[in-house]
């Protein structure tokens, strides 16, 4: 079966962002940039299927600027045989990231659509519920264990409180959590063989979705400082500080 | 202009984070009606009944909803939905599983996470781990929105007296199934909604270790939370773990044991009112953001401290 997974370009998960002066958004200049982490897991995700031989084809999907390819090209070298990047310098937000996987999967007829469950950027936690919903498909979300067997999927998922395991048609989408696997590291000659495999580059006009955002940011502000605090000696003094000063004991 | 509420509960009681929602619902303003979708869901609809500021009470009560799977929840919600101006559920797991599917089937966008109501379509949300907080302006007709439990405080769960209606649409998608699910048990108070929470990193050593944690916890009243490093090591099960990836607490008092105070731990407790720190590393990110750092082994200071509190 053919799986799809969608990757994120995102500022690298060990940058500490600094919000930029004019209150427009963070600063993304000259900053380092990566596949995000969920996204990574995602593609891990989809290699082991390939690897057990549940999964034949893996098509990768990037929704951005040019510079996207860099992370498509970096999922080919994890195992995915081809990408697709949908360019466009404007801001994508998820619904009409949706709309487009959406597109991309009436082509491509996948069973298994894979997401990470949300982008670390701009934290929503939405696209891949939001395109399982446009297509109709079951949805496995925050997915910790993911089986593949005649012709369904069963999921495990994280929830508050515990796991829930559900069982779903296919073709579905699954989001992952952190522990439903370990990224492996692209080796060099599988990077140098990544760079020759068929990267279609579109627009979002080639599926006639409109990409207008649906939500203005209107400012982007550091949240509030918390007073630096204060190093205590012993046990006895942090227990007086926090009956008698703080009061909360 | 009327707002729907979709409760969290389990059948026989509405869980914490539900009240926190109706607080957000009357900083917006407007009727307030409570959705509780649902099996055998009666006592949980008399519980929604008595919230405070709720005005109806809407009781989806069908074995489509027994699980709340978000297939067969989000086309009700969406149905329901289009004769309100503003759509919330609570940011548990739950919420943010069904909550997006409801916007997509409006086609609208989904607000994520607000931590405060600015005006009927304007709200605060943290982005980038917390990092860095945006003012949005939603511009459909239809606002879909999860909300942050720490960022309201919850109205009172009795003194109203709300009507309640029953609704007939059964919406069953038919594209999954339930299989099992398995449930950490714990006497101690929830996670997110505990005034005082104890947590430990990978300071801790092993999961075993952790039981002097939960000694001092259990003499506080206090959950117990661990950080990410702690969850991945396999000391705690991962239900514990606050962070970005994990809950979001924000209690009177938040103790970090052993915890060096990764970006991602720091967006899920930040927001506590008193942060105390023990680690043995003065350099520790974390004595940062604590207002009482205590430096040192804490297998010797956390034995202490339980003495004396």
Known sequence: MKAIVAVKRVVDYNVKVRVKADKTGVELANVKMAINPFCEIAVEEAV????????????VVSIGPKEAQEQIRTAMALGADRGILVETGAEVQPLAVAKLLKAICDQEQPQLVILGKQ????????????????????????????????????????????????????????????RLNEPRYAALPNIMKAKKKPLDVKTPADFGVDVTPRVKTLKVEPPAER???????????????????AKVI | MAVLVYAEHDNSSIKGATLNTVAAAQA??????????????QAAAAAAAQIAGVSKVLVADNAAYTNQLAENVSLLVADLGKAYSHILAPATTNGKNFA???AALLDVAQISEITKVISADTFERPIYAGNAIA?????????????????????????????VEAVATVTDAGTSKFVAEELAKSDRPELTAAKIVVSGGRGMGNGDNF????????????????????????????????????????????????????????????????????????EAPIFQVADYGLVGDLFDLVPQLEKLV
Do not use: W
Not at chain 1, 230 to 240: D, G, H, P, R, S
Not at chain 2, 211 to 233: H, Q
């Open chain 2, 135 to 163: 003012t949005v302006q939603a511009l459909d007709a239809i606002k879909v929105l999860t909300v942050r439990a720490t960022g309201f405080d919850a109205v009172a769960a009795t003194g109203g007296s709300a009507a």
């Open chain 2, 28 to 41: 917006i303003g407007g009727d307030i009606h409570v959705l509780v979708a649902g099996s055998n869901c």
């Open chain 2, 211 to 282: 039981k002097i944690l939960y000694s001092l916890a259990d003499k506080l009243g206090a959950a117990v939370g661990a950080s990410r490093a702690a969850v991945d090591a396999g000391f705690v099960p991962n239900d514990m773990q606050v962070g970005q990836t994990g809950k979001i607490v924000a209690p009177q008092l938040y103790v970090a044991v052993g915890i060096s105070g990764a970006i991602q731990h720091l967006a899920g407790m930040k927001d506590s009112k008193v942060i105390v720190a023990i680690n043995k590393d003065p």
């Open chain 2, 100 to 102: 997006p599917r409801v």
């Open chain 1, 119 to 178: 982008a670390i950027d701009d934290d929503n936690n939405q696209t891949g519920q939001m395109l399982a919903a446009l297509a109709g498909y079951a949805q496995g979300t925050f997915a910790s264990v993911v089986k593949v067997e005649g012709g369904k999927a069963s999921v495990t998922r994280e929830i508050d409180g515990g796991f829930q395991t559900v069982e779903l048609n296919l073709p579905a989408v699954v989001t992952t959590d952190l």
């Open chain 1, 227 to 245: 007073s630096a605090g204060i190093k205590v000696k012993t046990v006895e003094e942090l227990v007086a500080k926090l009956k008698n000063e």
């Open chain 1, 48 to 59: 082991r299927l390939k690897e057990k031989g549940i999964v034949t084809e893996i098509v």
